[in-house]
T-cell receptor, first 114, second 116 residues
Framework: AQSVTQPDIHITVSEGASLELRCNYS??????LFWYVQSPGQGLQLLLK??????LVQGIKGFEAEFKRSQSSFNLRKPSVHWSDAAEYFC????????????FGAGTRLTVKP | DTGVSQNPRHKITKRGQNVTFRCDPI?????LYWYRQTLGQGPEFLTY????????KSRLLSDRFSAERPKGSFSTLEIQRTEQGDSAMYLC??????????????FGPGTRLLVL
């Protein structure tokens, strides 16, 4: 079964600094990979997704992620963080053609310092 | 707004009471999912429907939990004889395989349940 690890529970960055959130997955075949963002007390908003093709995917709000099969990683990046990016970020993996069983990581909480 | 909606947004109940939550998916989406999220964790899959058929249930879904989607549109999740351990955020998501964006699930705002 697929699984997701987000090694960093909490990250603090200064506003304007670059950001990278790590995600490692375990899955035997080609995974479908997702990043979601959740503000306190809210549902999850899809930032970006990878199904196939170009391994560098662009998302909303200036985020991008790169799929690296050799490292089983799908790290999320943003070149310049804004205060409004403070939230919880979840990486998720699903199975191609059977995405009902999507597995989420435990999340990384991002704090942005002024 | 044509996103996923959930009602109520918050529910406080006493242990032993029954509660029911509603989810209205994006209108053209035929798949609907329920997740549970506890504090500090990612969402955990509970069950999903394709149209009105409930196709999979997680082992997390005990006998006290039941979900329905009678007409293939909105869905309800009922918890009977609630326990304090049921306190969590209950999230609903929907998707429509077959569209270019097929495998992405879109989430509602969630229903936060507190069992006293």
């Amino acid at each position: 079964a697929q699984s997701v690890t987000q090694p960093d529970i909490h990250i603090t960055v200064s506003e304007g600094a670059s950001l990278e959130l790590r995600c490692n997955y375990s899955y035997g075949a080609t995974p479908y990979l997702f990043w979601y963002v959740q503000s306190p007390g809210q549902g999850l908003q899809l930032l970006l997704k990878y199904f196939s093709g170009d391994t560098l995917v662009q998302g909303i709000k200036g985020f991008e992620a790169e799929f690296k099969r050799s490292q089983s990683s799908f790290n999320l990046r943003k070149p310049s963080v804004h205060w409004s990016d403070a939230a919880e970020y979840f990486c998720a993996v699903g199975e191609a053609g059977n995405n009902n069983d999507m597995r989420f990581g435990a999340g990384t909480r991002l704090t942005v310092k002024p | 707004d044509t996103g996923v909606s959930q009602n109520p947004r918050h529910k406080i109940t006493k242990r032993g009471q029954n509660v029911t939550f509603r989810c209205d998916p994006i209108s053209e989406h035929n798949r609907l999912y329920w997740y549970r999220q506890t504090l500090g964790q990612g969402p955990e899959f509970l069950t999903y429907f394709q149209n009105e058929a409930q196709l999979e249930k997680s082992r997390l879904l005990s006998d006290r939990f039941s979900a329905e989607r009678p007409k293939g549109s909105f869905s309800t999740l009922e918890i009977q004889r609630t326990e304090q351990g049921d306190s969590a955020m209950y999230l609903c998501a929907s998707s429509f395989p077959g569209l270019a964006d097929s495998e992405a699930q879109y989430f509602g705002p969630g229903t936060r349940l507190l069992v006293l």
